[in-house]
């Protein structure tokens, strides 16, 4: 299955929208292992309503949704049972709120064949409201068996 590398890179991938409360983000920490230890104050601001703070590896909950749109993109067409997550950079310009709504606007950045097989950049910006980045996720994907011969891959 071919990739269109004109088509793709550049490409937005369709939106999503995303929302949580406090109760979603102790779940997430309890999930990684904050709060194991209950009597530690540091370890409270991570499990306890009354100064919740979240960890920004949060950050990468949040746009999931959006990756699931990958499939849509026109140009990219590949056997999912092949995609391996590669990398995940993600940058938070501030503290992230306890609880908020956000929209996910992902694009493809680049393209590259590793061979036996392709890399796919994706960035995205996660945004409030009012406007407001609140974090960007930059992933690598590595898509088995898409690399090599294929010219349409550079």
């Known amino acids: 299955m071919p990739i269109d590398l004109d088509r793709v ?10 929302s949580w409360t406090e109760d979603d983000v102790i779940l997430y920490h309890l999930g990684i292992g904050a709060g194991a230890d209950p009597v530690d104050p540091n370890e409270l601001e991570y499990a306890y309503e009354a100064n919740l703070k979240v960890l920004p590896s ?3 909950v949040p746009p999931f949704g959006v990756m699931i749109n990958l499939f849509g993109v ?8 092949m995609l391996l997550h590669g990398e995940q950079e993600i940058e938070v310009p501030a503290s992230i709120p306890t ?7 992902a694009t493809i950045t680049d393209v590259f064949d590793k061979g036996k097989g392709a890399t796919v950049h994706i960035e995205v910006v996660s945004v409030d409201d009012s406007g ?6 930059r992933s690598t994907i590595f898509l088995r068996g898409e ?4 010219k349409s891959v550079v």
Request: net charge negative; no cysteine; glycine share 10%.
């Open 58 to 60: 949060f950050a990468t």
């Open 147 to 150: 690399g090599g011969d294929r």
């Open 9 to 18: 890179i550049g490409a937005e991938i369709a939106p999503t929208e995303a």
């Open 99 to 105: 609880a908020a709504a956000v929209t996910n606007r």
């Open 74 to 81: 026109d140009g990219l067409e590949f056997n999912p049972a």
């Open 132 to 137: 407001v980045t609140l974090f960007t996720n």
